[in-house]
């Protein structure tokens, strides 16, 4: 199997399986911790090496494939509706049922595409095999009443064609996922793992510089998500109590987008002390804000799935920066 060194660099995944919210500074020099951390690496390394993990992006290929074979879809079902108003009753019998055989196909890919998104593959899979029913009969209606093939069997097969071709690249990417689990599986941030392996593979061929930069962009998109959230909830809520701590939280993701824009300039200059400190002061000003929400009762908001993202993207930030200040 192949070596892993080549996608994420060793002290890279020192630090990244160390971190949680936060990046601890001090596991560097922790012994214990850096050989708990290596043997995390050969894990990874063994698991998800070179020729276990593909590094073609199968989500996108299968909404590739998936969005043309809407298009396939409508286009048959347009052709249906033209043929209906030329037809004879025997015969616009089979195209009305087939016209709604191929406006439920239509609606299930286009669900199918929300269940990718969704990371629901199952579920993606089993849309796309009941469009391909739908339109296995309406061939079958044909058959079966006037015993000819339909008149656009050409385009249902294209039609089929993309619906098999969407199955088999989530199935490849459903392999992928799984090989990934395995190698993070015995680390000690298994989700920050999965993440960080993700992100060098999307991006394989990128210097560790440029790789910090899509990190930190990343990390101020997410931000600046938040923070369009706490806005729209700031003019939709009207509990007051909630409002100020809206208004609180506005304030502290306005000073977490500005430092995650000062460590751009900081990255680009190879400041890289300054860098790590801008992005890790965003990190505490979020926290700052879900205390705040939580208040006493210390419950979840309802920003913490988002907050949740922002803080891996950040840690994985931080990890390229402290992997590019040690060169």
């Not at 015993?147 to 294209?158: C, D, R, V």
Request: glycine share 6%.
């Amino acid at each position: 199997m192949g070596s892993f060194h080549g996608h994420i660099p060793f002290f890279f995944v020192v630090v990244l399986v160390l971190s949680s919210n936060h990046i601890l500074v001090e596991a560097h020099n922790d012994t214990t911790s850096r050989i708990k951390v290596e043997a995390d690496f050969k894990v990874i390394a063994e698991i998800a090496g070179n020729t276990a993990i593909p590094n073609t992006d199968f989500k996108s290929l299968a909404r590739l494939s998936l969005t043309n074979a809407i298009a396939s879809c409508n286009a048959i079902h347009s052709h249906i509706n033209t043929l209906l108003k030329i037809s004879n009753s025997y015969t616009g019998r089979c195209l009305t049922g087939c016209s709604t055989n191929y406006e439920d196909a239509v609606g299930l890919i286009t669900k199918s595409l929300a269940a990718l998104d969704a990371r629901d593959y199952g579920g993606a899979k089993k849309l796309i095999s009941d469009a391909l029913a739908n339109a296995t009969k309406c061939e079958d209606r044909f058959q079966e009443l006037l015993q000819i093939n339909s008149p656009f069997t050409l385009m249902k097969l294209k039609f089929g064609r993309l619906c098999l071709i969407g199955i088999k690249h989530i199935n490849r990417l459903i392999r992928k996922e799984r090989l990934i689990t395995a190698g993070c599986s015995h680390t000690l941030d298994k989700e920050l793992c999965k993440s960080a392996v993700e992100f060098f593979l999307e991006n394989k061929g990128l210097s560790l510089q440029d790789l910090a930069k899509l990190a930190v962009e990343k990390t101020l998109q997410d931000c600046t998500k938040i923070h369009s959230q706490i806005i729209v909830l700031i003019k939709t809520t009207s509990d007051e109590c909630l409002l100020k701590k809206l208004r609180s939280c506005s304030g502290h993701y306005q000073t977490a987008i500005e430092k995650i824009k000062e460590s751009l300039p900081a990255l680009e200059c190879k400041r890289y002390g300054d860098a790590r400190a801008w992005v890790g002061a965003a990190i505490n000003w979020s926290e700052t804000c879900e205390g705040v929400l939580a208040g006493k009762s210390n419950t979840k908001s309802s920003l913490t799935p988002m907050k949740s993202e922002f803080s891996k993207q950040a840690t994985l930030a931080l990890s390229v920066i402290y992997k590019l200040a040690g060169n």
